[in-house]
Antibody, heavy 117, light 113 residues
Framework: QVQLVESGGGVVQPGTSLRLSCSAS????????VHWVRQAPGKGLEWLGL????????HYAISVRGRFTISRDNSKNTLYLRMDSLTYEDTAVYYC??????????WGQGTLVIVSS | QPVLTQSSSASASLGSSVKLTCTLS???????IAWHRQQPGKAPRHLMK???????NKQSGVPDRFSGSSSGAARYLTISNLQSEDEADYYC???????????FGGGTKLTVL
């Protein structure tokens, strides 16, 4: 079955960097675009960006453009999110989601990032 | 880019039906949307895609109690025979054809009484 598993979250200090991973299984990873979405505590869903199926195209939300970088390694069935210059406002659960027919149709369980001094 | 508007909350009794609404902003009434359910403490789960025509395509495993429909710029999610596990946050999603960015509605918190 389709499975997406995020990892790499934790407690980090403001101004530092962190890289999250999203490991995919149960489908041909290289056929699909994949998105990153986050959810701050008690808030709604916020789209962060996407990587095209082959990783050659990325799009980012204005709120994170220039600080976050999305990449993927199709040989490892893995999507990455590198986050730089983290602030308290980046505290959230981070989800990856498979994109098909203009819909995020499968979601990972999320990984929690806490930015705290 | 499109904006999706949802009521912040809704409530209905166990065993009854409820219709949740997601409204597209002006100029985007021909867009399709997706519905996702997020139960407390869990990740979102995709439910269905709803087209402007009113047709909908459910994710595998979504019960028959869930259906979708459309009217103008509004997209609906109807849940029949409400169960306790339907108490959750429901989000709609669409994408901007120009920027290719994804947009989420603010979510509706459904309480099952």
């Amino acid at each position: 079955q389709v499975q997406l598993v995020e990892s790499g979250g934790g407690v980090v200090q403001p101004g530092t960097s962190l890289r999250l991973s999203c490991s995919a299984s149960g489908f041909t990873f290289g056929y699909y675009a994949v998105h990153w979405v986050r959810q701050a505590p008690g808030k709604g869903l916020e789209w962060l960006g996407l990587a095209s199926h082959d990783g050659t195209i990325q799009h980012y939300a204005i709120s994170v453009r220039g600080r976050f970088t999305i990449s993927r390694d199709n040989s490892k069935n893995t999507l990455y999110l590198r986050m730089d210059s983290l602030t308290y406002e980046d505290t959230a659960v981070y989800y990856c989601a498979r994109y098909w027919d203009y819909v995020n149709d499968y979601w990972g369980q999320g990984t929690l990032v806490i930015v705290s001094s | 880019q499109p904006v999706l508007t949802q009521s912040s909350s809704a409530s209905a009794s166990l065993g009854s039906s409820v219709k949740l609404t997601c409204t597209l902003s002006s100029g985007h009434s021909d867009y399709s949307i997706a519905w996702h359910r997020q139960q407390p403490g869990k990740a979102p789960r995709h439910l269905m895609k709803v087209e402007s025509s009113g047709s909908y395509n459910k994710q595998s495993g979504v019960p028959d109690r869930f259906s979708g429909s459309s009217s103008g710029a509004a997209r609906y999610l109807t849940i029949s025979n409400l169960q306790s596990e339907d108490e959750a946050d429901y989000y709609c999603e669409t994408w901007d054809r120009k920027s290719l960015h994804v947009v989420f509605g603010g979510g509706t918190k459904l309480t099952v009484l």
